[in-house]
């Protein structure tokens, strides 16, 4: 099993920054992707950015140039940094993990709840 714990959450006014962490522990040796979504109320869930073992990346259009996904191997750890944050933001934001496995188990934090308000 794999469990996802993250932390950093918070109120912010617009044009703020937060930072985003997530720690990982259990059976790891299976994991490839790490990454954050998020769901506003009465919204779908959707996928922000992603980061590989490798270090690739991958954002979402509503977050290019603002957010950005990191991740320390070494502590188990991945990131995500806010700038610029907008009230469209305002979220639960989820860590995540997905296998190599195929086809892939996914799994999910409790959430964290982002507030961008004046």
């Known amino acids: 099993q794999v469990q996802l714990v993250e932390a950093g959450g918070g109120l912010v006014q617009p044009g703020g920054s937060l930072r985003l962490s997530c720690i990982i522990s259990g059976n790891l040796f299976s994991i490839s992707t790490m990454g954050w979504s998020r769901q506003a109320p009465g919204k779908e869930r959707e996928l922000v950015a992603t980061i590989t073992n490798g270090g690739n990346t991958n954002y979402a259009d509503s977050v290019k140039g603002r957010f950005t996904i990191s991740r320390d191997n070494a502590k188990n750890m991945v990131y995500l940094q806010m700038n610029n944050l907008k009230p469209e933001d305002t979220a639960v934001y989820y860590c995540?993990?997905?296998?190599?496995?195929?086809?892939?188990?996914?799994?999910w934090g409790q959430g964290t709840q982002v507030t961008v308000s004046a």
């Open positions: 995540n993990a997905k296998s190599s496995f195929i086809p892939p188990t996914y799994y």
